[in-house]
Every structure is written in structure tokens, then in C-alpha cells.
């Protein structure tokens, strides 16, 4: 079993930073990637980063240039840098890691909301 606790959401000006954390504790050993996803109001949730245990990394395009997804592995987390924020960046973040055998987990969310 797998615990995911996101922090570091909150609110910011459009252009501002901010940066999340996933801190991920149990069998740990079984993730194979972890990953960023969000759900603004209203819509679906949608993948904004990805990192596996190789060290491969994919974004979604509205995101690249901005965001950065890295893995701290002593403390076993990872994190989400995100810069130059956007108004239509808020939503919902959820922190989610993928298993073998074949099982994802899921944070709690924080919520990211971006002013104009």
C-alpha cells in the first residue's frame, strides 16, 4: 500500500510561482512513476506531468516551458515547480503514482487557484 499527501497549493497572481510536493510512504518500492495530474471547474482531469522510476519525464503541452516535475528519492517525494502561472492553470491537483503489479494511487488534491 501506497499513501500520497500533497501540500503547497494555494492561491497566486497570474506569473507567479508556486511549487507543489507529494510526499508518498508505504511500499514505495512498487511505484514505478509518478505523476501531476489536474481537474479544473467543470472539466476533466488531465495529465500534467510524468516521471518514472527511469528518470523519464513527459508533459502536456500547455504546460511545457513552465512546469517541472522532479523526484527527491532519499526523501521520497516529488514535487511540481510551476512558474509563470495562468489563470486558466487553477484547478484541483492530484498527485498520483503508478504500481506493479498494475495499480494507481491517488493524493488527496490541492487546490491551485491562479488570480488575473
Known amino acids: 500500500q501506497v499513501q500520497l499527501v500533497e501540500s503547497g497549493g494555494g492561491l497566486v497572481q497570474a506569473g507567479g510561482s508556486l511549487k507543489l510536493s507529494c510526499a508518498a510512504s508505504?511500499?514505495?518500492?512498487?511505484?514505478?512513476?509518478m505523476g501531476w495530474y489536474r481537474q479544473p471547474p467543470g472539466k476533466q482531469r488531465e495529465l500534467v506531468a510524468r516521471l518514472t522510476s527511469a528518470g523519464n519525464t513527459n508533459y502536456a503541452d500547455s504546460v511545457k516551458g513552465r512546469f517541472t516535475i522532479s523526484r527527491d528519492n532519499v526523501k521520497t517525494t516529488v514535487y511540481l515547480q510551476m512558474n509563470s502561472l495562468k489563470p486558466e492553470d487553477t484547478a484541483v491537483y492530484y498527485c498520483a503514482a503508478s504500481l506493479t503489479p498494475p495499480r494507481q494511487e491517488w493524493g488527496q488534491g490541492t487546490q491551485v487557484t491562479v488570480s488575473s
Open positions: 508505504g511500499n514505495i518500492v512498487s511505484i514505478n512513476a
